[in-house]
């Protein structure tokens, strides 16, 4: 098997096919790319350094992540149990706590990251 260059774009093209499938589509992922859209502007008005700008792109990558992985299993569930079904609910409760527990930490990060920023302005 040798390696295709034209294969390997190919799946890139799959990839943001995936990506575009979720955003605009699914509420959550919408808002959470809104909210890092908020948080870039943030991180370029307040000139953050630039270990907390990996850390904040580390953040926001880490839960759309999460919320793209949460989109994929709640369609797969929806596929093979169609009907109500207390495991499939659970499973898709659970991948659903996964996005929450993501996007709390996130938040926290962030507030120790910009709360001294904003904390300055006063």
Known sequence: MSY???KQLKSFTFAWK???TCAGHEQN???HLLVAILVIAAGLLF???HVEWMVV???IGTVITAELFNSAI???VDLVSPEWNKIAGEVKDIAAGAVLVTA???AIIGLIVFLPYLLALF
Do not use: Q
């Open 18 to 20: 995936g990506i575009l």
């Open 29 to 31: 992922i919408t808002f």
């Open 47 to 49: 000139n953050i350094t």
């Open 74 to 76: 709640e369609r797969l």
């Open 4 to 6: 295709s260059f034209k």
């Open 104 to 106: 709390i930490t996130a």
């Open 57 to 59: 792109m580390l953040c």
